[in-house]
């Protein structure tokens, strides 16, 4: 198994525009969370989903972080507009099991993002 | 509300010797999960450890060990032998199982092993 997918690795932006991270986890994985990790703030949950239902949302900072889930294979973290204080590195990380269940969280390699 | 406190910024420790990270945890829920994760400089967060709340025995993985202490809620690791390569960040996290399974990471204890 390729172990969870991110894209990009980084990326690069000016503050106002859009940005959309992206993840693919681990084939018959059910869950699936996005992090935040900075220096200041450590590794924070956004967001996670269980078999693609959003389940708690309420790590997102404000209105301009969405995620989504449509399929069971693919994830997007979009934050629009971005501001300097996005900058962060995002981890994205699946687990196998049904809600509840205590399986460890296998994570991708993060994307390092730069908001100028 | 779940909450993970690890309160040692940083540690050190000589090649070969045992360390342990301290952890403790706080949540009402009767039943969850106890991880420890590895965050080495190059940034991936590895698994290292698991330790359920109904567990009669302490996990143990190589040359990890968890020290579960239900009554203190402590879920301490314990590396022994360490090596140079164990050099990294270490997470404590915790999920429970109201709210369908939600994961609590603490701050990170960042450990460096001198030659």
């Known amino acids: 198994d390729a172990g969870v997918i991110q894209s990009p690795r980084h990326e690069v932006t000016e503050m106002g525009q859009e940005v959309t991270l992206r993840c693919k986890p681990i084939?018959?994985?059910?869950?699936l969370f996005w992090y935040r990790q900075t220096m200041m703030r450590g590794l924070e949950l956004l967001i996670y989903f269980n078999n693609n239902v959003p389940i708690d949302d309420s790590g997102m900072p404000e209105d301009r972080f969405s995620a989504k889930m449509p399929n069971a294979s693919f994830s997007t973290l979009k934050i629009q507009p971005s501001e300097p204080r996005d900058s962060a590195v995002y981890f994205c990380?699946?687990?196998?099991?049904?809600?509840?269940?205590?399986?460890?969280?296998?994570f991708g390699p993060g994307t390092r993002l730069t908001v100028l | 509300a779940q909450k993970i406190t690890q309160t040692q910024p940083g540690m050190f420790v000589q090649e070969k010797e045992a360390v342990t990270l301290d952890c403790t945890y706080d949540?009402?829920?009767?039943?969850?999960?106890l991880f420890w994760y590895k965050q080495p400089s190059s940034g991936e967060m590895i698994f290292l450890i698991y330790?359920?709340?109904?567990?009669?025995q302490n996990a143990t993985e190589g040359r990890y060990s968890l020290n579960f202490q239900k009554a203190r809620k402590s879920a301490n690791l314990v590396i022994s032998a360490s090596q140079l390569g164990d050099s990294a960040m270490y997470f404590c996290?915790?999920?429970?199982?109201?709210?369908?399974?939600?994961?609590?990471f603490g701050d990170g204890t960042t450990l460096t092993v001198k030659p």
């Open positions: 990380a699946s687990s196998p099991g049904l809600a509840g269940e205590y399986n460890e969280q296998f």
């Open positions: 084939s018959g994985h059910n869950s």
């Open positions: 330790q359920g709340s109904y567990d009669q």
């Open positions: 996290a915790m999920r429970v199982r109201t709210n369908a399974g939600k994961s609590t």
């Open positions: 949540t009402s829920d009767p039943s969850y999960g």
